[in-house]
């Protein structure tokens, strides 16, 4: 069965600090991995996706295919970075998203 | 270009009421989906659309009843409101693209007594 597994519910870190989100998958075939975030108060909206390639607000996500890993870091975490991060995946030809349960980040100050 | 709207934002039912939860779009995307949040959980998709006329079923259908006769409604029918279908609720849709990212609506927050 497609799975998308986000191991931490909670994770707190120091503002300046790294920070790694982590993110499994268990997919037949090569699905394409996405992040989403939710700030408060805001709807849910993508942070970056793996074929992009992209860097967003200093996040980066490398797809690890031998570990079955998507996590995503940041050298150095700021407060505004607290948010509620979904790892995601699709099964290539559909849209259809299968989400993890979700990683809360909280920056201190 | 307001995007993804969803009425209501707060909605509480009792059980075996019936409702609609709307979602409409205004940027002409082919796919919408309805998907719902639960604590430790995550979002799981209820019914997805891949265009007018076309509907689907998702992970955890029960209970839920979908139409798409317009590109930009996808409303979601609770046929008879029961306690484990409190939630929220979100709607999100995309454009034909492959890999385009889904944009969600702020979601609507359900509560069955």
């Known amino acids: 069965a497609q799975r998308v597994t986000q191991p931490e519910k909670l994770l707190s870190v120091f503002k300046g600090a790294p920070v790694e989100l982590k993110c499994n998958y268990s997919?037949?075939?090569?699905?394409?991995l996405f992040w989403y975030v939710q700030y408060s108060r805001q709807r849910l909206q993508l942070l970056l996706r793996?074929?992009s390639r992209e860097s967003i607000k200093g996040f980066t996500a490398d797809l690890n295919k031998g570990e079955t890993s998507f996590h995503l870091k940041k050298p150095f975490a700021q407060e505004e970075d607290s948010a509620m991060y979904y790892c995601?995946?699709?099964?290539?030809?559909?849209?259809?998203?299968?989400f993890g349960s979700g990683t809360q980040l909280t920056v201190l100050p | 270009n307001a995007g993804v709207t969803q009425t209501p934002k707060f909605q509480v039912l009792k059980t075996g009421q019936s409702m609609t939860l709307q979602c409409a779009q205004d940027?002409?995307?082919?796919?919408m989906s309805w998907y719902r949040q639960d604590p430790g959980m995550g979002l799981r998709l209820i019914h997805y659309?891949?265009?007018?006329?076309?509907?689907d079923q998702g992970e955890v259908p029960n209970g839920y009843n979908v139409s798409r006769s317009t590109t930009e409604d996808f409303p979601l029918r609770l046929l008879s409101a029961a306690p484990s279908q409190t939630s929220v609720y979100f709607c999100?849709?995309?454009?034909?693209?492959?890999?385009?990212?889904?944009?969600f609506g702020n979601g609507t927050r359900l509560t069955v007594t």
């Open positions: 659309s891949v265009g007018a006329g076309i509907t």
């Open positions: 793996h074929i």
């Open positions: 999100a849709s995309s454009s034909s693209g492959y890999n385009s990212p889904l944009h």
């Open positions: 995601a995946a699709n099964s290539g030809s559909a849209r259809q998203l299968t």
């Open positions: 940027m002409n995307h082919e796919y």
């Open positions: 997919y037949s075939g090569s699905p394409e």
